[in-house]
């Protein structure tokens, strides 16, 4: 069975807890303190794996857990660090927050390889807190928690072309003859359970990679048969070719069938009727008298005017197909190059906090510590590096009446506040 969705839970390591020791040697009274620092928590990694082609392997496990890092130790000895758990994935995969359903990441193209939970951080052993005035410290920070959360897998599959059509219009005869693919075919109602790629190589020119996109029939885009599993696939292709019985094998109508395969994509998606689309009139072998011409001067009266250029052509003896073909390659020439990928979207907004507590302490006369659960999530999941995720981190700050306390404990302009091993100067 072809899987392209799943929702599994991941989770990065905990930091190992830092260690409370001190010096016991012969001769030495006061030895001081010598706890080690924890190891630091393993990431959670996806990575693109040529050698995966569906999400079938998350259907039996649901769980991914990267390793804990290991507490310090006496003698200054250092945590072992968690190892990383590299989940594998096929290209094309994009991974969504299961909460928001909003995009975490699309590992395709150039993106192989993504960090997406770091893990925690180790703790520090009490040797980091000897002072003058506190010679025997007796605390050692804890590990940083690590970061879960429950994710949905949805492999959209790269092709340059898609291939649409209600079942037994020829779509898999056709993609078996111009491409290497070689899917399943035979005279039934019944459609293709899985998305076949194969690649074009025509003579003078790159070649491109099509796919036969199954399922599409009416009501697909409202979950009726199997063509709303499907539909995602249509996404990430430039080009749209209709498939069409043109003589009418089974008693359809092909101008029916294209109104009705074009609403199923609007339902689904109203960019997709942006894309350049061509029609293949099928088995123009088998006609009767002057029913040919009739079907195709119907077609091209309705699509054409409309920019949709009508082939007619016969997949079983290849009438027409180079043709449709290299008419075909000149639209993907005049589009852009850029391969279609979906953007990440910000999300730590959608995440309620609010319930979940922090603490906001001077530690020095011009240091600040914010900490707690509330602040840790907050970082995990916003990126500080884009202008639109440090616009949220200070409204988050403000928002959650942080930025107060710290007034009210006195923080100046310079101050220098401490938030799980990043620091901030303080600036009104």
Known sequence: MFADSAEI???????GDGHVSFRRELYVPAGGPDGGDGGRGGDLIFEVDDGINTLNEFRHIR??????GEAGGKRRCHGA???????????GTIVKDAETGKVITDMSHENRREV???????GKGNQHYATPTMQVPKYAQPGRSGKEMRVTLELKVIADVGLVGFP????????????NAKPKIANYHFTTLNPNLGVVDLEGTDGFVIADIPGLIEGASEGIGLGHEFLKHIERTKVIIHMVDA??????????????INAELEAYNPELLKKPQVIAANKIDVFYGDDEETTLTLLRE??????IKVFPISAVAGKGVKELLYYVKGQLNNLAAEPITFEREYFPETIDYSQEPYTVDKVDEHEFRVEGPRIERMLGYTNLDSEKGFEFFQNFLKTNGILEQLEELGIEE????????LSFDYYK
């Open 81 to 91: 660090d968690g190892e990383d758990l590299i989940v594998k994935v096929p290209e």
């Open 247 to 260: 003589a009418s094998v089974e008693g359809r109508d092909p101008l029916d069938d294209i109104k009705k």
């Open 116 to 122: 997406i939970l770091k893990g925690g951080s180790g």
């Open 63 to 68: 769980k991914y857990c990267a390793e804990d």
């Open 9 to 15: 839970f991941i989770r990065s390591g905990k930091g």
């Open 414 to 421: 310079g101050d220098t506040v401490h938030m799980y091993g």
């Open 168 to 179: 037994n219009v020829g779509k898999s005869t056709f993609l078996s003859r111009v491409t």
């Open 302 to 307: 309705e699509f054409e005017p409309q920019g």
